[in-house]
Nanobody
């Protein structure tokens, strides 16, 4: 069992930056593939970024490529999402997810068994 707690969300102006953190409980965090998803009001939850359990592979949605960076610190059981050059369309609740069966990166929701409660990111124009 893994519990995930996101933090770092908030209100920022367009062009600004935020860093989200996701703290995980459990001894096997280092063996889980991790991902970030987001859900805007009235829209489906969508993939944002993923990182493999070894951190050797990362993958990004086209909409955030070059602006967002996912990373992990297995010693701290934490995964991060650095978000730069934020746009109003990045406004959403951001969710952290963990998948025990991922051998590399996962981009689909069903590949992740564990989810955090989410953290709100609001980008003003």
């Amino acid at each position: 069992q893994v519990q995930l707690v996101e933090s770092g969300g908030g209100l920022v102006q367009a062009g600004g930056s935020l860093r989200l953190s996701c703290a995980a409980s459990g001894r096997t965090f280092s063996s889980y593939g991790m991902g970030w998803f987001r859900q805007a009001p009235g829209k489906e939850r969508e993939f944002v970024a993923a990182i493999s359990w070894t951190a050797s592979s990362t993958y990004y949605a086209d909409s955030v490529k070059g602006r967002f960076t996912i990373s992990r610190d297995n010693a701290k059981n934490t995964v991060y999402l650095q978000m730069n050059s934020l746009k109003p369309e990045d406004t959403a609740v951001y969710y952290c997810a963990a998948g025990s069966r991922l051998r590399s990166v996962g981009v689909r929701r069903y590949e992740y068994e564990y989810w955090g409660q989410g953290t709100q990111v609001t980008v003003s124009s």
